[in-house]
């Protein structure tokens, strides 16, 4: 099935607390997170991300293993993050969360640009263009499939 959104274009090295800082995490209310989303990075992203795609630099996620970057993303009506690179710990924290997350390389895209990908291919598609993204294993597309984790293990009784 192929999902549409709107690209919001981040730089490199957005870390964990440039996507939620640290003095929000106080609460388990997600609407408090999406709300300050980005509010350290740039204010006018947290407007924007439903429905979006979020096209990032290198190093997406990087800093402290907070999943609530990757919940706040999620809440907030991200569909998908694609970067060149991911920090480790939130590439699986999207996952585990249900958020599509795609390892490659968009050039030319800007803001508000139409982002389409295949929740079951690899690839990603912009201004006519189709990107191979490093391919995901099955158990983590199935993961994805399920809507996260919690989805996925509660289909496996």
């Known amino acids: 099935m192929k999902i549409t959104g709107h690209a919001v274009v981040i730089g490199s090295d957005v870390d964990t607390d440039m ?9 388990t209310d997600k609407s408090v997170w999406v ?5 350290d990075y740039d204010k006018s992203i947290a407007e924007r991300l439903k429905g979006s795609v979020i096209i ?7 800093g402290s293993s907070r999943e609530q970057a990757a ?11 694609v970067a060149p690179s991911f920090a480790r710990i939130f590439f699986r924290n999207c996952v ?17 640009d139409t ?6 291919l690899s690839y990603v598609e912009a201004g006519g263009k189709k990107y191979e993204a490093k391919p995901l294993s099955e158990r983590m597309k199935d993961i ?5 984790l919690a989805g996925y293990l509660g289909g496996q009784k």
């Open 19 to 27: 996507i939620i800082a640290g003095r929000y995490l106080r609460t």
């Open 56 to 62: 990032a630099g290198n190093n997406i996620g990087c």
């Open 115 to 120: 982002i389409s990908f295949d929740q079951s």
């Open 71 to 81: 919940a706040a993303l999620k809440e907030a009506g991200v569909l998908a993050v």
């Open 144 to 148: 994805l499939k399920a809507g996260g």
């Open 35 to 39: 709300e300050h989303a980005f509010e």
């Open 96 to 112: 585990n969360l249900g958020l599509y997350v795609f390892e490659c390389e968009i050039s030319g895209c800007t803001d508000g």
